[in-house]
């Protein structure tokens, strides 16, 4: 079975300032992660994957995220807040057996401040 | 490519009615996915197709909802006898049958019982 984590359900940064999103994982197979970003009323656009390369994985928009397998985690980070950025963040992990279903965490709202 | 399509965009309906949803897929995409998201909470998987097989149920679907794939091109999903608790986004998703490959959403629909 496989689940996800993800600590805090709302997030407000400063415009500028650093965004930091966690999750965590449990998975009894190599995982495959990935993050997601939803706006209001619209379907999940995919921000990164993790597909057991390399650790430090670069997306769209100037994000990236680090895997750590002894930590379990998939922190989703960005240097710099853009007011676009405000939007739900979905972490979620892939069930490569099961037809590569998503499990999702509970999503963090991000809310950005001029 | 004109991405993954879901029609309606909202439904409002009656406590009792059946509803149907249409998705179409990226047209070279054999596998497709339903999700079911409530208010404030990450998306949860439903069942998912490869072509036109339905490979896996969620036990979140009851009996009263049923999916389709034929020709295993378009889906449909269809509510039966509508509930207040089925009032949630409906998102559908697709993506090719290999490894390392992430889903593709639709915008969803949003399904409201009253």
């Known amino acids: 079975a496989q689940s996800v984590t993800q600590l805090g359900s709302h997030v407000s940064v400063s415009e500028g300032a650093l965004v930091l999103l966690r999750c965590n994982y449990s998975s009894s197979v190599p995982p495959y992660l990935f993050w997601y970003v939803q706006y209001p009323n619209q379907g999940l656009q995919l921000l990164l994957k993790y597909t057991s390369a390399a650790t430090l994985v670069k997306g769209i928009n100037g994000f990236e995220a680090e895997f750590k397998k002894s930590e379990t985690s998939f922190h989703l980070t960005k240097p710099s807040a853009h007011m676009s950025d405000a939007a739900e963040y979905f972490c979620?992990?892939?069930?490569?057996?099961?037809?590569?279903?998503?499990?999702f965490g509970g999503g963090t709202r991000v809310l950005v401040k001029p | 490519d004109t991405g993954v399509s879901q029609n309606p965009r909202h439904k409002i309906t009656k406590r009792g009615q059946n509803v149907t949803f249409r998705c179409d897929p990226i047209s070279e995409h054999n596998r497709l996915y339903w999700y079911r998201q409530t208010l404030g909470q990450g998306p949860e998987f439903l069942t998912y197709f490869q072509n036109e097989a339905q490979l896996e149920k969620s036990r979140l679907l009851s009996d009263r909802f049923s999916a389709e794939r034929p020709k295993g091109s378009f889906s449909t999903l269809e509510i039966q006898r509508t509930e207040q608790g089925d009032s949630a986004m409906y998102l559908c998703a697709s993506s090719p049958d290999r490894r390392f490959t992430e889903a593709f959403f639709g915008q969803g629909t949003r399904l409201t019982v009253v």
């Open positions: 979620a992990v892939s069930a490569v057996a099961a037809g590569n279903k998503l499990t």
